[in-house]
């Protein structure tokens, strides 16, 4: 019998574009060996970590390879190189989108390329720093270095570790995979605890729905295994299902006497999203959708997290004839038309009324986000729905999704400025109408590129 390995995971690139970082969150650790400056000497890090991919446990060798040339770039180059190619089952090749693809870039994946890393392990091309959807149009110039897989992530945030994780064991050789798949298959995933991010304006009713939601139900005192909570955030229970409240914008410690001065702090907005996987956006059901409502919700999709519109104070409208809840709905979207996929609900924070499926509701949104689409099925599907509407005869190579949270989808097209709007929103459109999504927001990204067939770098 074979003597029994882990897989080894073989991280790297330029100084600064997060190895470290998503070495811990890969590491599912928060202890961060994490420095600003680059060229930081420190030895080559190894770790044994477990990924849970489809409900099983895997264990793996995790390696960082920073700072091994110390002041002397190509020096790092030429070793980290070495090191994938003698150790390496999967490389991950990291790269930062918001610096853009540089010169050393460019050394590196080249001495991968001569050295011919890929033909002995698969490379992934990892773009980190993706935090928000406006980082994701600088993700294109990658897809230039001709490796085979490009995906996307944000190791501070966390977005997009699950599909890495994902991608890594399914690139693995079968029998190493066999021998990853550890431990006691009675064992259980721990539970994604649900993220949930009560957003809006001032004076909405934030803090009311949060005292009702906490109140209702006990709150939880003991931590659950596998969630790491905010000193902010509340661990909770809806609909007997645990789920942490993220605390947003200091709304439960705001003192009453500050009423009225509370500010729309973007900052904070941010940060409570980025910790979030779905946000409920109140509006206001009495005084209606204003401009800040709008920015709000704007924000919430550009973070990429699930959302649910909440018209609270429904109380004060439920027995006005003049104001129907199909009336109440057509307004809304028509002011935010683009949170069109939104589920809206209807509730009274004060008195308490129209959330008792929030938690289903959160629950199907984010079991909706788990779909993966295959490659083949979707290519084949993008072309199949750019014969329908094409207005500047777009042609359509690989297509391809790169991400679950949100869904993102990457097509490689003859001229990304061929593909008109009209065909982006009829594509996203038909997407929604086959596999759904409700609730989440979905990324069609366009890169010019042909397909994978040709690609010189593909491995055999
Ligand atoms: P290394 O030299 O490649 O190991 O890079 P580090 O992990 O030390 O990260 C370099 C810098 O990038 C640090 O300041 C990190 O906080 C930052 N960083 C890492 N990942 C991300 C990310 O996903 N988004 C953003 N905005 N910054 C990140
Ligand atoms: P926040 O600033 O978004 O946290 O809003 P608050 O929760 O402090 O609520 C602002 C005001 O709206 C308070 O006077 C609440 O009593 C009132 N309010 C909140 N929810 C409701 C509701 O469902 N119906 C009615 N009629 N008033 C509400």
Redesign the pocket.
């Known amino acids: 019998m074979s003597s029994h390995r882990l897989p080894r995971i073989v991280i790297i690139g330029r100084p600064n574009v997060g190895k470290s970082t998503l070495f811990n969150r890969l590491l599912g650790r928060r202890q961060a060996l994490v420095h600003d400056l680059p060229g930081v000497t420190r030895d080559r890090i190894e770790q044994e970590s477990d990924w849970w991919v489809g409900g099983r446990k895997y264990r793996l060798l995790l390696t960082d390879t920073g700072g091994l040339g110390g002041e002397h770039f190509a020096e790092e180059i030429r070793k980290q190189v070495e090191m994938a190619l003698r150790d390496a089952d999967a490389v991950i090749a990291l790269f930062d989108a918001q610096a853009g693809l540089t010169a050393a870039d460019e050394e590196l994946v080249g001495e991968l390329k001569r050295k011919g890393v890929h033909r002995k392990a698969p490379v992934y091309c990892v773009v980190n720093k993706v935090d928000a959807e406006s980082h994701e149009k600088l993700v294109s110039e990658f897809f230039a270095l001709g490796l085979e897989q490009v995906l996307t992530v944000s190791a501070e945030h966390g977005r997009g570790i699950d599909d890495l994780q994902e991608a890594v064991i399914g690139g693995l050789a079968p029998e190493l995979t066999e021998q990853a798949a550890s431990g006691d298959s009675r064992e259980e995933e721990p539970a994604r605890v649900p993220r949930v991010a009560i957003m ?12 009702a939601l906490l109140g209702e139900e006990r709150m939880i005192t003991s931590p659950i295994a596998g969630t790491t909570v905010d000193a902010v955030d509340s661990l909770t229970e809806l609909n007997g299902k645990p789920f942490v409240l993220v605390d947003t914008a200091g ?1 439960r410690r ?1 003192s ?1 006497t500050e ?1 009225g001065v ?1 500010v729309l702090s973007v900052v904070q907005a941010k940060k409570a999203l980025e910790r979030s996987d779905v946000a409920i956006l ?1 509006l206001d ?2 005084k209606g959708i204003t401009d800040q409502d709008e920015k709000i919700g704007g924000l919430i999709q550009e973070a990429g997290c699930g959302v649910i519109l909440a018209l ?5 409208q439920k027995r006005n004839p003049k104001f129907t809840q199909e009336m109440a709905a057509e307004r809304v979207r028509k002011t935010m038309a683009y949170l069109n996929y939104a589920p809206i609900l209807f ?5 308490r009324t129209g959330f008792q499926d929030l938690g289903e509701l959160i629950m199907e949104i984010l079991h909706q986000r788990q779909l993966k689409i295959p490659t083949h099925e979707f290519t084949e599907w993008v072309r199949q729905e750019s014969t329908i509407h094409n207005p500047k005869n777009a042609k359509f190579f690989l297509c391809h999704q790169a991400g679950k949270y949100p869904p993102t989808f990457i097509c490689h097209v003859n001229d990304p400025e061929r593909v008109h709007f009209s065909l982006k929103r009829h594509l996203i459109n038909a997407l929604r109408e086959r596999w759904g999504y409700m609730g989440s927001p979905v990324r069609l990204l366009f890169v010019r590129g042909k397909s994978r067939e040709k690609n010189p770098f593909a491995r055999k």
């Open positions: 809006g304006r001032p004076n909405v009713g934030k803090s009311t729905l949060t005292n709304i705001k009453k009423k509370e109140l059901g009495e609270n104070k429904w109380d004060t509730v009274s924070a004060k008195e």
